[in-house]
């Protein structure tokens, strides 16, 4: 994988394209899809930017030049679509056009304007399993809204920022909360797709319009409620939806807001948004499998290709993870299991891997008494961190003929021996006594009888 | 709504300048006050609860009262079967339609949760809500512990302060339980060890052992008691059977061609004899280590030996027979 002539090509281009280093692994080339007037509503989100080594590149939507690829090659390696001010995107922004740049790799960040959602966005949300409600769909929660700026219609909340689960990576924690205004989204039970930011349990979406003195018919409710959610991809590119546009300009970067008990809380959207940058453009969260080694107990050949039914095996992969600052070595969450499967056809063995030193896994086995081809698979796929799928393919052959139980210590068989034993005995004395045995008077009779 | 506002982003600017402020001093460790697992009365609360449970025009099975202090207890809900809320809201003290207004049913096993709104009648605060069976999804009918129902009542304005009422529980009894496949998540899966094949397994060591001992004792058998004394005093200390099992020594067999026969051939005679010993030497180093090949070659030069020698050896015993030597 590391070999491919693809990848050697994109790290040159990379590198000779711009001296700057870039925090991503994917690169540098982002295009942001924006109207007149944003660059200066979102200064600071777009210097985080730059300063982490992109390069920008502004389009208005409706500009003839924007295009996300060129004679059928990717052009940006990553994207942000703020919502147009006109009803859709336009003709080079289709949902087709998404999908492919998703599948040729590249990654997406969406913000969504809930007044105005294209319905052209909407339907690759849905393409996505992400389910945006209809126009004016808004949030609300009359227990963590902000004191200060939403006493009256409680449309700004204070969420709680992500905290991750004991069996998943989280990269989206902050410091204060998230000061959020938008709307709120469902997401279907597909596995690539996972929320970042939920709803608190008195949130609900609801319709401004129609709906403004009693909610009918909520969009959704309480944890339902997704705000910002993320698709990965099975080619490991990344689609990150934001229920809102509002939340990394500078006013909410700077926003302070007031809790319930009347204390002043900073905000964590600056932050946040760093974050959520970082894991959708492919900074964090990203592994590598830096070495693979199989081979038999207690022999220090590695990666043999052949093997034996029974022989005690081992297995010991080196992961790492990117990370802002460079490649680390990945440790787990302390809940998570990363395994092994033994395969042949159908998994002989899932073993759950220990970790002898940050970022190495290990694990010890017998190989099954099935004679076949068989392979080592580490099928590591976990929300939020790119998918690995290694495989090696080795033979496990039978017992060769030399090698099974003598019959000396198998205990039934000692009857048997003896038996060929006590014949060559016989045999021998046999011999010795046709060659010099003399008949005798006493005996002759039954002798003569006998032999 | 122009005047509003700019009303309310004039007082967000205000205050935002006394925050900015006062920040350094009040920022303090993020609590977040969301809304409260359990039950939290605000101003928003209801009179007049009233809970039905029946199924399609029938009577109604279970009827209870209940109020914001008094939740009613466990309620059973059967197959076609309704849950019936009746109560009328108020905020502070008249009646009142809030602007959230859901019946939360939440497993407290999985803790997941899902909502029904209410209707309420105008402002006069009358609210109703009805939840068939079959509206509440799979994975909550399947709870084993009783799902929990919340009143949750909210609405914008300053000062409304929301409530979240427990009203109190349901037991789904269904006559086929509800099944419920839970969705795809990558996650690590459980683990799998290969089942081996039992190992090959040998009779007790005594068994062996008895039948061990009864193949050697037939060579002792065979041989005879060479040593024991004569035949007369066998024929008289052991029954005829063991006298016949004893059939060599018995039948007088002896050495006594040796000496003449050495003396005849004495090369013959020991290398057809050494010659036989090492042809079962060689199958026994065959069994032991040898392979094929070399067990091929050492017996077929030991078989060459075998015969010229075994000619002389057979020829000199013939001889003696002919004779009638030791008659």
């Known amino acids: ?451 | 709504m122009p005047s509003i506002r700019s009303l309310l982003i004039a007082s967000t600017l205000f205050i935002g300048a006394v925050f900015a402020q006062e920040a350094p001093e009040q920022v303090k460790e993020p609590v977040q006050e969301e809304a409260p697992v359990g039950r939290d009365l605000g101003l928003w609360t209801f009179s007049g609860g009233q809970v039905v449970i029946s199924a399609k025009g029938q009577t109604a099975r279970v009827t209870e009262e209940f109020a914001p202090e008094k939740p009613f207890g466990e309620v059973t809900l059967k197959d076609n079967e309704s849950l019936k809320l009746a109560l009328t809201l108020r905020h502070a003290e008249g009646p009142a339609r809030p602007h959230q207004a859901f019946l939360l049913v939440k497993d407290i096993t999985s803790q997941l949760e899902t909502y029904f709104p209410l209707t309420v009648k105008g402002t006069s605060g009358k609210a109703k809500v009805e939840v068939p069976t079959s509206k509440i999804p799979p994975v909550l009918l399947q709870a084993t512990e009783p799902l929990e129902l919340t009143l949750m009542l909210g609405s914008p304005g300053q000062e409304t302060y929301p409530s979240t009422i427990q009203i109190g529980t349901l037991k789904p009894t269904l006559e086929k339980p509800a099944t419920y496949t839970p969705p795809v998540r990558y996650r690590a899966k459980d683990e799998i060890h290969h089942i081996f094949n039992a190992d090959p397994k040998s009779p007790p060591k005594i068994l062996t052992l008895v039948f061990l001992g009864a193949v050697l004792a037939s060579l002792v058998g065979l041989v005879g008691a060479v040593s024991l004394p004569s035949r007369s005093t066998l024929s008289l200390s052991f029954p005829k059977i063991i006298t016949d099992i004893l059939q060599w020594a018995l039948l007088g067999a002896n050495l006594a061609a040796l000496p003449s026969s050495l003396k005849a051939a004495p090369v013959s005679n020991l290398l057809f004899l050494a010659s036989i010993a090492a042809m079962e030497g060689t199958f026994a180093m065959y069994y032991l280590s040898w392979n094929l090949f070399r067990t091929l070659a050492v017996a077929s030069g030991i078989a060459v030996v075998a015969v010229l020698s075994g000619r002389g050896a057979l020829r000199d015993a013939r001889a003696r027979r002919l004779a009638g030597q030791g008659r």
């Not at chain 1, 003195?213 to 991809?233: E, F, S």
């Open chain 1, 1 to 451: 994988m590391l070999n491919s002539p693809m990848k050697v090509l994109a790290t040159l281009s990379v590198l000779f394209s711009s001296l700057a280093t870039c925090a991503s692994v994917a690169g540098q080339r982002v295009l942001v899809v924006d109207e007149v007037g944003s660059q200066e509503k979102y200064s600071q989100f777009f210097n985080d930017l730059k300063d982490r080594g992109y390069d920008l590149v502004f389009e208005s939507p409706k500009s003839t030049s924007l295009s996300l690829f060129q004679r059928g090659e990717r052009i940006y390696d990553h994207a942000i679509l703020l919502p147009p001010s006109s009803k859709a995107y336009g003709p080079n922004l289709t949902p087709q056009t998404l999908v492919k740049f998703i599948n040729s790799s590249g990654n997406i960040l969406l913000l969504i304007n809930p007044s105005s959602v294209p319905e052209t966005t909407r339907d690759f949300a849905r393409e996505m399993d992400i389910f945006l409600p209809p126009k004016d769909y808004a949030i609300t929660d009359h227990y963590i809204f902000d004191r200060s700026s939403a006493r009256e219609n409680h449309d700004t909340l204070i969420v709680r920022s992500p905290q991750g689960s004991p069996d998943q990576k989280s990269y989206f924690s902050t410091t204060f909360p998230v000061i959020w205004k938008g709307t709120g989204f469902t997401i279907g039970n597909s596995p690539l797709v996972n929320p970042i930011l939920k709803g608190a349990r008195g949130s609900y979406v609801y319709d401004t319009k129609e709906d403004a003195v009693y909610t009918d018919d909520p969009w959704a409710v309480g944890a339902q409620i997704n705000l910002v959610a993320a698709v990965q991809a099975r080619n490991n590119a990344r689609l990150t939806v934001v229920g809102s546009d509002v939340v990394f300009t500078d006013e909410f970067f700077d926003k302070e807001v007031t809790a319930a008990d009347g204390y002043g809380l900073r905000s964590g959207n600056r932050e946040f948004a760093r974050k959520l940058v970082s894991w959708t453009f492919q900074e964090t969260g990203v592994l590598r499998v830096d070495k693979i080694e199989h081979g038999r107990v207690g022999f220090s050949e590695r990666n043999e290709g052949i093997y034996r039914v029974k022989n005690d095996l081992e297995y010991t992969v080196t992961l790492s993870e990117h990370t802002p600052v460079g490649w680390k070595p990945y440790v787990a969450p302390p809940e998570d299991r990363v395994q092994l499967e033994f395969t042949m056809l159908d998994p002989h063995y899932r073993l759950n891997l220990n970790q002898t030193e940050p970022g190495v896994y290990h694990a010890s086995f017998k190989a099954p008494d099935r004679h076949g081809i068989f392979s080592f698979r580490l099928n590591y796929k976990r929300p939020f961190v790119s998918y690995i799928d290694e495989k090696q393919t080795i033979t496990l052959r039978h017992f060769a003929h030399d090698e099974y139980t003598r019959s000396w210590a198998i205990s039934g068989a000692w009857v048997w021996l003896a038996g060929i034993v006590v014949t060559i005995a016989g045999w021998g004395l046999f011999v010795v006594g046709w060659l010099w045995c003399e008949e005798t008077s006493g005996v002759k009779k039954k002798g003569k009888k006998l032999l």
